[in-house]
């Protein structure tokens, strides 16, 4: 009874955040849509390794160039362990790389073409919250994810090739739209989400498994819904792959 009265009135606290949102035009934000791409950014990497749909749809080079990525990402810079709490300067997930916004156009401004980007990576992963937050263009999950894996990319320095790195974002993107769905609601909300299968070996749930990502769009306002899910193993804990098909980034 504990239990279900405490669900219903975390239900009730996110209907009337959102119809109150409805009721109260507010400015465009949709850093929910790139916090939870980012939050399930490795474990779709984990997930797009072992799907020989996906992968079939590379070239030859391209599949080295994925692999390369996904292997220098998961192996140097993520660190196993329980979720941390998300606060309004960090995510939950357990990596060197941190996400971070900027609302000032010079942050974006790089060598040597001089134009304003989308986002950057120096160290950390920035967004330029003037052009995700524009509200003459569109943007959301998909869009977060092929540039994740763009600037993700920079981790190999300069034995990336942007151009690879680029034609294997767009078909990360193309593929990840399977499981995207979009739903209205009701006038001026609507929910957005990517759902990607739970994958299991032996009977057993596997680390780095990308939870359900789910964003509430109300007029401009993005607002990231949480799920919880089996993700990350115990501090101190290995993982010990037992099927190397289903876990190519080990």
């Not at 035009?25 to 996906?54: H, Q």
């Not at 263009?137 to 151009?163: P, R, W, Y």
């Not at 680029?166 to 990840?176: E, F, G, P, S, V």
């Not at 990231?224 to 876990?247: C, K, N, R, S, Y």
């Amino acid at each position: 009874m504990r239990v279900f009265r405490a669900m219903s009135i975390a239900l009730l606290s996110i209907f009337l955040t959102l119809f109150g949102a409805l009721a109260h035009g507010e400015p465009v934000d949709r850093r929910a849509f790139v916090s939870s791409a980012y939050e399930g950014f490795f474990g779709t990497l984990f997930i797009l390794s072992g799907s020989d749909t996906f992968l079939d749809q590379l070239t030859p080079n391209e599949r080295a160039e994925f692999f390369k990525v996904g292997n220098t990402i998961i192996q140097r810079f993520v660190r196993l362990g329980p979720p941390i709490e998300p606060g309004s300067d960090r995510t939950s997930m357990r990596t060197q790389i941190k996400l971070r916004f900027s609302d000032k156009s010079e942050d974006f401004i790089i060598a040597p073409d001089k134009t304003e980007r989308t986002a950057k990576m120096d160290g950390d992963i920035w967004f330029n919250l003037k052009m995700i937050n524009d509200p003459t263009t569109s943007f959301g999950l998909l869009d977060a994810m092929q540039i994740l894996f763009h600037e993700f990319g920079h981790v190999l320095g300069e034995k990336k090739n942007q151009a690879l790195v680029d034609q294997i974002a767009a078909k990360m993107r193309n593929y990840l739209g399977s499981f995207y769905k979009e739903h209205a609601i009701v006038p001026g909300l609507k929910v957005h989400t990517l759902v990607l299968p739970y994958v299991t070996v032996l009977k057993g749930p596997v680390d780095l498994q990308p939870e359900p990502m789910i964003v509430f769009d109300v007029r401009g306002q993005a607002k990231p819904a949480q799920v919880t899910g089996v993700q990350f193993l115990g501090v101190g804990e290995g993982f010990m792959p037992t099927d190397p098909a289903l876990h190519a980034f080990t």
